[in-house]
C-alpha cells in the first residue's frame, strides 16, 4: 500500500460517503439525523416519541428540536 492502513482508509471512504450523502439531502433541505428519524419512524410506524428517542439514543425532548429542524 502508500503507507495508509485499511483503517484509515476506510474511515476516509466513510467520511465522503457521508459528507456527499448530507450534501445530497441537504438539497431537500433535510440532514442527516432528520432522515435517521424519518426511516425509523417509516420501519416503525406508531411508535411513542420515548421509544423512538430510546431507539436514537437521545433524550425524548430532543425529537422536538430534530423534527422541527
Known amino acids: 500500500m502508500n503507507g495508509f492502513g ?3 482508509l476506510l474511515a476516509q471512504v ?3 460517503a457521508a459528507q456527499r450523502f448530507a ?3 441537504g438539497e431537500l433541505d433535510l440532514t442527516p439525523p432528520q432522515v ?3 426511516r425509523l ?3 416503525r410506524p406508531g ?3 420515548q421509544a423512538i428517542a430510546a431507539q436514537l439514543g437521545t433524550p425524548a425532548t430532543r425529537l422536538v428540536a430534530l423534527v422541527d429542524g
Open 6 to 8: 485499511s483503517a484509515f
Open 14 to 16: 466513510g467520511a465522503h
Open 23 to 25: 450534501a445530497r439531502i
Open 36 to 38: 435517521g428519524l424519518l
Open 41 to 43: 419512524v417509516a420501519s
Open 47 to 49: 411508535q411513542s416519541q
